[in-house]
Structures are given as structure tokens and as C-alpha cells.
């Protein structure tokens, strides 16, 4: 068995939720060989070249970083195997192919949003929300040729909040994510992993999720469209149309955050002023909108956000 500074180790990720894991990873004591992430893009108005988050914190730390277009390319694939690494770690990464995560002697684990089966897919943690789930967590398992299907290492559950949003829930299931590789490591590097094929049976998925996927449905139930709000947010966030009665312009609202549902029949879709509340009136139901965003304009709560925008002068495109 080697120790942890002689267990060689090659991470794999791009966000910032790959950063909380990398860096438990060096506190423990472990030794990262290299980096594998994205290849730098263009960001912010001036369009330079950007690093991911992972990138970032590999320079601070000194760790060889390397950044390939095509995962199959013969040289990088060489490279890779020149650390010589005994174990591959991969969070929030792209899909693997077998010629890389056959490489290392003690395999390739990846660590997953949610309890697998259950998620599989790029967006678990926007999903569970959106369907309503009181239960997530996050899963370790090795990698095999399809997506999210290898066996599994470890799991641990964590619960999901009243009106938490997919962000909040983002940030707490960091630390988790954190805990589980680190304790995911410690058995393979102890020859104490068992893992467990995955079980069978009803599955929800996690597709990504596109823009056009974002846009309120006023049809459903008013607490799946609360659910939806807190699922997307803050991103890739819900949204609707909105018209202008008197010249006819048209705005994209984002809406980030909302609560107290009420199920009650409307006749009409539309916005409107309560008191001091922004209520979102659906088909089945209504609900209070707490941050919004019109397009061209900055984030706001409904109290500030009212202060410029009267709702009876817009009418919603549904």
C-alpha cells in the first residue's frame, strides 16, 4: 500500500465546483501529478482568452496543466501516459474515452451530482430541483464506456432545502463533493473499495439544458413553476417574453428566485402589483417573483425592480 505523498494522481475537471475538490485533494496531502482541463476562452466584453477555474488554481499550486481539444490525440494521450500516475479523478469534466481512462493502474473514478442511478447526466443538481426532489447527494463510481453507468464506490446523501436554489445547492454539495473523493481515494489507495454495480429500475435523467429549455411553461401547476425558477437558478435561469402594450417592444425577464405558491384558477397570464409584492399570475396558480432581471438591465428584487416597472404597462407572450 502507498502512502498518500507517493500515490501519483492526475485530475480531471473545468468549474469551480472541480476547484473545492482539487484543493481538499492537495490539503490531504495527496500527490497531483498533473491537470486536465479546458482549453482557455474567450470571456468578458474584451473576448480574451480566459483559463478555467481549475486552470487557475493549478498555477497557484505549481501543477503541470495540460489543456487538449481532442482527448484521442496520439500525443496527448502519450503525454498523459508519461506522469505515470496510479489513479485518474474526474469532476465536471467531458466524457472520457477508454484509451484514457484505462490508462492508470488503480483506474479512473468520477465523482457525480447526484445518487446514481438517479441524475444521470450534465445537470443533476438543476433537475432534482425542478422535479421536486427533498433528497440529493453525490456519487463516486468508476468509469466505463457509457455516460454515469460504472460502478459505484461511494454515495452520500444530503438533503435539499425549502426554496433552496440550484446555486445555494451547487455551493453546499462542494464541501460534500470534497469529503467523498477524498474518502473515495483513501480506499482504492487502502485496496479497500468495493464497488457496486448500478441497480436497475425507473430512472429520471439530466440532459443539459439549453436556452429555449428555460422559458416558463404558465401551463403547469404553480408549484412546478416554482420549482423550476429555484431549478434554473441562477443559471442557466427562467425567463419569459414580455411585450410592451403601447410601442410593442418586446423583453426577456429572467426570473432567479420566488415563493409562496398558491394553486388557484387565473383566466389570464400577466404580471401584476400587489401591495408591495410582484406576483406572477399563471394559468393554475400564482406566486411571488422575489429577483428579476429585464433584459438590459441589472439583477433586482422585486421591491427595487418595481420602483421602475409598472406591470400593467406589459403584457406576457405565452
Same mark, same amino acid.
Request: aromatic share 8%; proline share 6%.
Given at each position: 500500500?502507498?502512502?498518500? %505523498? $507517493?500515490?501519483?494522481?492526475?485530475?480531471?475537471?473545468?468549474?469551480?465546483?472541480?476547484?473545492?475538490?482539487? +484543493?481538499?485533494?492537495?490539503? #490531504?496531502?495527496?500527490?497531483?501529478?498533473? *491537470? *486536465?482541463?479546458?482549453?482557455?476562452?474567450?470571456?468578458?466584453?474584451?473576448?480574451?482568452?480566459?483559463?478555467?477555474?481549475?486552470? =487557475?488554481?493549478?498555477?497557484?499550486? %505549481?501543477?503541470?496543466?495540460? &489543456?487538449?481539444?481532442?482527448?484521442?490525440? $496520439?500525443?496527448?494521450?502519450?503525454?498523459?501516459?508519461?506522469?505515470?500516475?496510479?489513479?485518474?479523478?474526474?469532476?465536471?469534466?467531458?466524457?472520457?474515452?477508454?484509451?484514457?481512462?484505462?490508462?492508470?493502474?488503480?483506474?479512473?473514478?468520477?465523482?457525480?451530482?447526484?445518487?446514481?442511478? &438517479?441524475?444521470?447526466?450534465?445537470?443533476?443538481?438543476?433537475?432534482?430541483?425542478?422535479?421536486?426532489?427533498?433528497?440529493?447527494?453525490?456519487?463516486?463510481?468508476?468509469?466505463?464506456?457509457? !455516460?454515469?453507468?460504472?460502478? !459505484?464506490?461511494?454515495?452520500?446523501?444530503?438533503?435539499?432545502? +425549502?426554496?433552496?436554489?440550484?446555486?445555494?445547492?451547487?455551493?453546499?454539495?462542494? *464541501?460534500?463533493?470534497?469529503?467523498?473523493?477524498? /474518502?473515495? *481515494? =483513501?480506499?482504492?489507495r487502502k485496496g479497500e473499495a468495493?464497488?457496486?454495480?448500478?441497480? %436497475?429500475?425507473?430512472?429520471?435523467?439530466?440532459?443539459?439544458?439549453?436556452?429555449?429549455?428555460?422559458?416558463? /411553461?404558465?401551463?403547469?401547476? !404553480?408549484?412546478?413553476?416554482?420549482?423550476?425558477?429555484?431549478?434554473?437558478?441562477?443559471?442557466?435561469?427562467?425567463?419569459?417574453?414580455?411585450?410592451?402594450? =403601447?410601442?410593442?417592444? #418586446?423583453?426577456?425577464?429572467?426570473?432567479?428566485?420566488? =415563493?409562496?405558491?398558491?394553486?388557484?384558477?387565473?383566466t389570464k397570464v400577466k404580471l401584476?402589483?400587489?401591495?408591495?409584492?410582484?406576483?406572477?399570475?399563471?394559468?393554475?396558480?400564482?406566486?411571488?417573483?422575489?429577483?428579476?432581471?429585464? +433584459?438590459?438591465?441589472?439583477?433586482?428584487?422585486?421591491?427595487?425592480?418595481?420602483?421602475?416597472?409598472?406591470? +400593467?404597462?406589459?403584457?406576457?407572450?405565452?
Amino acid at each position: 500500500m502507498k502512502n498518500k %505523498e $507517493e500515490l501519483d494522481i492526475v485530475f480531471m475537471g473545468t468549474p469551480a465546483f472541480a476547484v473545492t475538490i482539487l +484543493e481538499q485533494l492537495i490539503k #490531504e496531502g495527496y500527490n497531483i501529478k498533473a *491537470v *486536465v482541463t479546458a482549453p482557455d476562452r474567450p470571456a468578458g466584453r474584451g473576448r480574451k482568452l480566459k483559463g478555467s477555474a481549475v486552470k =487557475e488554481c493549478a498555477m497557484a499550486y %505549481e501543477i503541470p496543466i495540460l &489543456q487538449p481539444t481532442n482527448l484521442k490525440d $496520439e500525443a496527448f494521450v502519450s503525454e498523459l501516459k508519461g506522469f505515470k500516475a496510479d489513479l485518474f479523478i474526474v469532476v465536471a469534466f467531458r466524457m472520457l474515452p477508454k484509451v484514457i481512462w484505462e490508462i492508470p493502474p488503480m483506474g479512473t473514478f468520477n465523482l457525480h451530482g447526484s445518487l446514481l442511478p &438517479q441524475y444521470r447526466g450534465a445537470a443533476p443538481i438543476n433537475w432534482a430541483i425542478i422535479n421536486g426532489e427533498k433528497e440529493t447527494g453525490v456519487t463516486s463510481f468508476f468509469i466505463d464506456e457509457k !455516460i454515469d453507468t460504472g460502478e !459505484i464506490i461511494l454515495s452520500q446523501k444530503m438533503p435539499i432545502h +425549502e426554496n433552496e436554489t440550484a446555486g445555494e445547492l451547487h455551493d453546499r454539495m462542494m *464541501v460534500v463533493a470534497a469529503q467523498t473523493v477524498a /474518502d473515495t *481515494v =483513501e480506499l482504492i489507495r487502502k485496496g479497500e473499495a468495493q464497488p457496486k454495480p448500478q441497480p %436497475e429500475g425507473d430512472l429520471k435523467e439530466a440532459p443539459k439544458i439549453h436556452k429555449q429549455d428555460c422559458l416558463i /411553461d404558465f401551463h403547469l401547476p !404553480i408549484n412546478e413553476i416554482h420549482n423550476f425558477i429555484l431549478g434554473m437558478s441562477p443559471y442557466p435561469t427562467a425567463w419569459m417574453k414580455l411585450k410592451n402594450k =403601447e410601442n410593442g417592444q #418586446e423583453k426577456t425577464l429572467k426570473v432567479f428566485r420566488s =415563493e409562496c405558491p398558491e394553486m388557484k384558477e387565473n383566466t389570464k397570464v400577466k404580471l401584476e402589483k400587489q401591495g408591495k409584492k410582484l406576483i406572477l399570475n399563471a394559468l393554475k396558480g400564482s406566486i411571488h417573483l422575489l429577483e428579476v432581471q429585464l +433584459e438590459g438591465k441589472k439583477r433586482l428584487d422585486y421591491i427595487s425592480f418595481l420602483a421602475g416597472f409598472n406591470p +400593467e404597462e406589459w403584457e406576457i407572450v405565452h
